[in-house]
């Protein structure tokens, strides 16, 4: 007898909906699973051997062929248990075919036939839903998680008897009803870090609103105990709020990499990445034998802060210079090639030198030789792909003795908000979204100059010897700062400011 059951599986952070055909028929007891299967499938045939069998369901000693569909899709993970178990059962008539038809079933089984939680459930089920299937059965654990997609019927189940019942009619599981408002309301009354908090360095403060403002990437130097890492933690609280789309990205991400907690089914902040410098590459941009995403990705929406820069392995750094320009990053491995989103902000802080104090105070005690050796780890393409740099000086006891901040991320947030609604009125034809992500024809369309201005900015090109992404770097911070002060074109002072925004590489690389 033939039967079959829909399922799905992975493929970088997408679902892919698979066919699992289950046919049992006479001759030597043998169990099969065909269709390209990893390790962990072809083990499923002994965890729902034992499932069904402790379920007080006798298993036929017959010969079962399962087979996954299509055939040139590897398939991975412990998620096709439920299929393969609820196939047999409609093989051997312990439940009819009809019952779960046009529903994607997906699960892991446990040895006593509890239904264990799965990774992945978000893209699967929002992959099933764009293919038209309107009912999905998942494992109870991941319910919340399931039911982030909304106009579909999710069942969650405990075990493999619960599942049997709801199909036979015997005793129905209601569907899940989440409140995606409810979900962002709760994580409101959590408490950001504040820029109150921060005493001083209002020229990093500035640095960090106009890089907020246009999602550009910063880099923060300056000596030990300025505040570079204090300033970096609380740029979240003044970037805008995400929304229902980005946060359904990121949550996907998250899920595909095992990292979701069941509590928080939906991931309703951006996320704020801080990996420690021995990370290695495949960490920081996915891979692994099947690939998985990395911190570029888990950042994705949001920011990736890098801090003691150069304490990083130049290649790792290296690593980061194409999803830097492209927005993605694209691993390439035997078993296929994933290309997964890193829409990220780009936040990092370092020392001058070895010691810390280079440039800020007699106390530096480093070689020229070895400062050298320390600042060459940032190559200068990486550093040009970082739009803004500022230094953090020490901060002053005066600025200690202050009781009051001017201004309190709320504050900053709203003209953030304000000048990136501008740029997404602008840019709503174009295929962007920030001044980050200006091409070379879309600065010319947007970032036109006076006279005035062609001519500071020509003299600056030419004395700086900048390279041709600098000169387009400065002008997307100009058409940044004009867009926080509410102005249409890109004057003067607005030219003035960018540059000095982009000095660092002057000062301590050459």
């Not at 000693?61 to 196939?87: C, H, M, Q, W, Y």
């Not at 840019?427 to 600065?443: H, V």
Request: charged share 25%.
């Amino acid at each position: 007898m033939l039967s079959k059951v829909l399922s799905s599986t992975l493929i970088g952070i997408d679902g892919f909906k698979i066919i699992v055909e289950v046919d049992i028929s006479q001759g030597l007891p043998a169990f099969d699973i065909v269709g390209l299967p990893d390790s962990a499938v072809k083990e499923s045939k002994d965890r729902v051997r034992t499932a069904i069998k402790n379920s007080d369901i006798n298993m036929p000693v017959k010969r079962i062929t399962i087979n996954l569909a299509p055939a040139n899709i590897r398939k991975e993970g412990p998620s096709f248990d439920l299929p393969i178990a609820v196939g047999i059962l409609s093989c051997i008539e312990v439940i009819k075919e009809d019952s779960f038809k046009d529903t994607m079933i997906i699960g892991e089984l446990s040895l006593d036939g509890s239904v264990k939680s799965v990774n992945g459930i978000l893209p699967m089920v929002h992959t099933g839903k764009e293919t038209g299937i309107k009912k999905f059965i998942v494992p109870y654990e991941n319910i919340e998680e399931a039911g982030l997609v909304s106009g579909v019927d999710i069942i969650g189940v405990k075990n493999l008897n619960e599942l049997i019942q709801h199909l036979n009619n015997k005793k129905k599981i209601e569907s899940i009803n989440i409140s995606i408002d409810n979900l962002f309301k709760k994580d409101e009354l959590n408490n950001d870090l504040d820029f109150l908090d921060v005493k001083g360095q209002e020229n990093v403060k500035r640095a960090l609103e106009i890089a907020a403002a246009g999602m550009h990437n910063i880099i923060m130097v300056g000596p030990p105990g300025s505040g570079k890492t204090m300033m970096a933690k609380r740029i979240p609280s003044i970037l805008p709020d995400i929304s229902f789309e980005e946060s359904i990205e990121i949550t996907k991400i998250y899920s595909v990499s095992g990292i979701l907690q069941n509590k928080n089914s939906l991931i309703t902040k951006r996320p704020f990445r801080a990996p420690h410098h021995t990370i290695s590459n495949s960490a920081m941009v996915g891979g692994g034998r099947v690939p998985k995403p990395g911190e570029v990705s888990l950042s994705h929406n949001g920011v990736l802060f890098l801090d003691e820069l150069p304490e990083f392995h130049r290649n790792v750094l290296e690593e980061l210079r194409q999803p830097l320009e492209d927005n993605e990053v694209t691993i390439s491995r035997v078993n296929g090639t994933m290309t997964f989103p890193a829409n990220l902000m780009l936040v990092a802080a370092m020392n001058p030198c070895p010691c810390g104090f280079y440039g800020y105070s007699d106390k530096c005690t480093c070689s020229q030789n070895a400062i050298s050796k320390y600042l060459a780890k940032i190559s200068g393409p990486l550093l040009d792909r970082i739009d803004i740099q500022v230094e953090a000086s020490a901060v002053n006891y005066k600025d200690l003795e202050i009781t009051s901040s001017t201004e309190s991320s709320k504050t900053i947030k709203d003209r953030v908000i304000n000048a990136q609604k501008i740029q997404l009125d602008r840019y709503k034809n174009d295929g962007i979204y920030f001044n980050s992500q200006l091409t070379a024809n879309l600065i010319e369309k947007h970032c036109e100059l006076g006279n005035d201005e062609k001519e500071i900015l020509k003299g600056v090109f030419d004395k700086l010897q900048l390279s041709a992404r600098a000169y387009h770097k400065i002008l997307k911070i100009a058409r940044t700062i004009a867009d926080l002060e509410q102005s249409q074109n890109i004057g003067v002072i607005h030219i003035a400011e960018a540059v000095q925004l982009r000095n660092l590489d002057r000062k301590f690389m050459f």
